[in-house]
């Protein structure tokens, strides 16, 4: 497992952002294996592990439960960057300090 992206988010006085991207040239078809999550948006704090031989995921909830937070922190780690917004501290929740990313990749087979 290669660790693909972490990001860290500081809310004080100002906001520090880090992000740390990690790939190998010679990966092409990466799969996700895991992802961690805290303090972003409505996501407390969870950690996620996915089959990567498998070829679809769901997502399935009611309403407002974080079902597309997860796509979204998904999305941020893979390209940097919030499909929903342009301001970092809009990603932090609201009782929390900092939001963290961190996922897990395997390296799939080409198709």
């Keep these: 497992m ?51 031989d498998k070829k679809v995921f769901a997502f399935t909830g009611p309403n407002g439960h974080g079902k597309t937070n997860i796509l979204e922190a998904i999305f941020l780690l893979a390209i940097s960057k919030s499909f929903r917004t342009n301001e970092n501290l809009d990603l932090i929740g609201f009782d929390a300090d900092y939001c963290t990313l961190s996922a897990d990749v395997v390296q799939g087979e080409e198709t």
């Design 2 to 52: 290669w660790l693909v992206s972490w990001l860290e988010l500081l809310m004080n006085n100002k906001i520090t952002a880090t992000i740390l991207a990690t790939t190998l040239a010679t990966t092409r078809n990466m799969k996700l294996a895991s992802i961690k999550i805290e303090g972003f948006r409505n996501v407390t704090k969870i950690k996620l592990d996915f089959n990567p």
